[in-house]
């Protein structure tokens, strides 16, 4: 510019590339509009960089407008353009335009990248949309689309936050049946759900079987386990669960401990919820406002107003509460 000398189209791409680096749209976009005050009409690799651009900052209106004003112009576009895109509507939580483009793909005979489907199905997942779910791996089984164990998790997630063990168990069990390799993550899902529905019984014979083929549970594996004994009221095998847990060097946290707190307390055993809220402690785990309500309130039920009292005055005196555990706690103490 300061010599005089017309930018050309390797200019302008250069420069645009820096514009994508730090995700700036607006600049990227003043820059097409110079390209074409100088008389360089952009082409599909121009478009598809803004895209990307629109991608990094996460602008799933942008993304769109360009990749339509690409087509618009009578270019092809690739399926990167189209993928960016598809992430970026995803990812701001619109799941029917990130359709819409995949069905455009379709139309032009792109064969959509394991990405696209990737971004949907987690998209879909964290609003626990499995019918969409479902849909989605019919378009990817047409599309001869390699699924993989993190697609497959994410289903098995979105059915385990629902509750449904019998749903989540089959799509583990197609997993399986397709050679795809089921990870510590597919397992606890499964065991997730049933502790979600306490069902005890089926959640222990699922870490068995991940111990059978190998997969070693971890802490969420334990915890969704041990929970699903506190639910149960299952006092002897939380703590059974809980020896295995540190046999295999799995460090409990305050997850692990609240639950064998709410299973003592469910199992009639307030002096051993007590003992829990000690041991977490001399561990370096600090009990939460969940620790101290569990045993405060199970006192409060059994009469004992001293004993409620006096772990009122804990939960005062650690801090660990807000207003509105300390609230609930406070109506149990008086009650």
């Known amino acids: 510019r300061q010599a005089g000398i017309p930018a050309d189209r390797e200019s302008f791409n250069i420069a645009l590339k820096s514009f994508v680096k730090s995700a700036d749209v607006t600049g990227a976009s003043m820059l097409v509009e110079e390209m074409k005050a ?35 112009e009578g270019l092809e576009a690739d399926v ?18 990130a359709e819409y483009w995949l069905t455009r793909m379709d139309t032009l005979c ?39 164990s993190p697609m497959y998790n994410a289903v098995i997630s979105a059915f385990a936050r629902r509750g449904d063990i019998d749903s989540a168990e089959k799509w583990l069990k197609q997993m399986h049946n397709t050679g795809t390799v089921a990870d510590v993550a597919s397992y606890s899902a499964v065991i997730h759900a049933c502790a979600k529905s306490s069902d005890l019984q089926r959640a222990e014979a699922w870490v068995y079987k991940m111990q059978e083929v190998g997969v070693d549970p971890n802490v969420v594996t334990y915890n969704s386990v041990i929970n699903a004994c506190a639910r149960c009221g299952a006092s002897a095998r939380a703590e059974s669960w809980l020896e295995q847990m540190e046999r295999k060097g799995v460090s409990p946290g305050l997850l692990t401990y609240n639950s064998l707190i709410n299973a003592a307390v469910k199992s009639g055993n307030r002096a051993r919820a007590e ?35 006096h772990w009122f005055q804990e939960l005062w005196h650690n801090g660990a509460v807000d207003e509105q555990t300390c609230s609930f706690c406070y109506n149990s103490v008086c009650q």
């Open 275 to 309: 003992n829990w809220i000690t041991d977490m402690k001399c561990r370096g785990v600090q009990p939460d406002g969940v620790s101290y309500s569990t045993v405060i309130h199970a006192w409060a039920m059994a009469h004992d107003a001293p004993r409620a009292q």
């Open 38 to 72: 100088h008389g360089v009409q952009p082409d599909a690799v121009i478009y598809t960089t803004i895209i990307s651009a629109c991608g990094r900052a996460k602008d799933s209106d942008a993304a769109e407008n360009w990749l339509k004003k690409l087509l618009a």
């Open 80 to 97: 990167s353009a189209f993928s960016t895109t598809i992430d970026a509507c995803a990812q701001a939580g619109d799941l029917s335009r």
């Open 110 to 148: 792109l064969l959509p990248s394991v990405g696209a489907f990737c971004s949907l199905l987690h998209a879909a997942a964290k609003k626990s949309d499995t019918q969409r779910l479902e849909n989605l791996f019919e378009r990817m089984n047409a599309a001869k689309v390699a699924v993989t």
